[in-house]
Nanobody, 123 residues
């Protein structure tokens, strides 16, 4: 099992930037993929950005070119740099990890989740 702790959320204005952090601990060596997901009120949880240990990376179309996912292995930390934020980016953002070797980045494939961090973008 992997423990994930997110930080970095907050209230910003449209056009601003934020960087989310996800600190991982526990069975790190068993992790095949990690990612960021978000859930707005009344909506399903959806992929924001994710990567596999093998180097495959994917982004939601709505954030491609504005958000960047990265990792610092020595710190067991994953980041989500969010630029040019829009009101529609408002959601709770979750960090997630999985051990399975599967294609794609459906949230149903991820086993371990953080508690989430709120991002609110005002217009």
């Amino acid at each position: 099992q992997v423990r994930l702790v997110e930080s970095g959320g907050g209230l910003v204005q449209a056009g601003d930037s934020l960087r989310l952090s996800c600190a991982a601990s526990g069975s790190i060596l068993s992790v095949n993929a990690m990612g960021w997901f978000r859930q707005a009120p009344g909506m399903q949880r959806q992929l924001v950005a994710a990567f596999t240990r093998g180097g495959t990376t994917d982004y939601a179309d709505s954030v491609r070119g504005r958000f960047t996912i990265s990792r610092v292995n020595a710190q067991n930390t994953v980041y989500l740099q969010m630029n040019s934020l829009k009101p529609e980016d408002t959601a709770v953002y979750y960090c997630a990890a999985r051990q399975r070797y599967v294609l794609g980045f459906s949230p149903y494939q991820f086993d371990d989740w953080g508690q989430g961090t709120q991002v609110t973008v005002s217009s």
